[in-house]
């Protein structure tokens, strides 16, 4: 299946501060979701993203489908963005891959 | 709408019980996967169904384990018996793949998980 790699792994900042977070994925896809796992565990959806580039909020993404890579930026990031993002892509439209996540912490 | 329901949230078993995990899709969808997190390998996909009929199990992990979507809107997870290694969170997702294209919509739901620990 298709190989979804994250970077950088683990991410400290200071509240305020602004961050890029990495997706690469090893094939084509129809599908790349973006998650935020929160302290109690729960998966939260932030962008169904396969292509092009969408915003809500302080959170933007931008999937460049021909290189193969998406990036989810943060800005004036808040203790309450702390937590786990995943990066999550199929190629066959059907059950998603997902990378290692990077483990955000957001300090006062 | 009331998002993707799992019970229970919680479920501390010994070894070589049974455990039954169960999974509430939002109304509609027409996928149901199961998926398991643990810290050793991430997040993984277990079986998934479409429209009530597994179509890929070759993620279940052994015979204790079996999955069923007798209905639309139910299925069940079961561990059968139990060992301490399936201790993870257990979750249960969904999606509406629009028109059945493989380019269409499909965005998945995920549930809050289970917390399976055994003892």
């Known amino acids: 299946g298709i190989q979804v790699e994250q970077s950088p792994p683990d991410l400290i900042l200071q509240e305020g501060a602004n961050s890029t977070l990495r997706c690469n994925f090893s094939d084509s896809v129809n599908n790349l979701q973006w998650f935020h796992q929160n302290p109690w565990g729960q998966l939260i959806n932030l962008f169904y993203i396969p292509s092009g580039t969408k915003q809500n909020g302080r959170l933007s993404a931008t999937t460049v489908a021909t290189e193969r890579y998406s990036l989810l930026y943060i800005s004036s990031s808040q203790t309450t963005d702390s937590g786990v993002y995943f990066c999550a892509a199929s190629n066959s439209g059907y059950a998603l891959n997902f990378g290692k996540g990077t483990s955000l912490l957001v300090t006062p | 709408d009331a998002g993707v329901i799992q019970s229970p949230r919680h479920e501390v078993t010994e070894m070589g019980q049974e455990v039954t995990l169960r999974c509430k899709p939002i109304?509609?969808?027409?996928?149901l996967f199961w998926y398991r997190q643990t810290m050793m390998r991430g997040l993984e996909l277990l079986i998934y169904f479409n429209n009530n009929v597994p179509i890929d199990d070759s993620g279940m992990p052994e015979d204790r384990f079996s999955a069923k979507m007798p209905n639309a809107s139910f299925s069940t997870l079961k561990i059968q018996p139990s060992e301490p290694r399936d201790s993870a969170v257990y979750f249960c997702a969904s999606n509406n793949r629009a028109g059945g294209l493989p380019h269409s919509y499909n965005e998945q739901f995920f549930g809050p998980g289970t917390r399976l620990t055994v003892l």
């Open positions: 109304s509609g969808h027409d996928y």
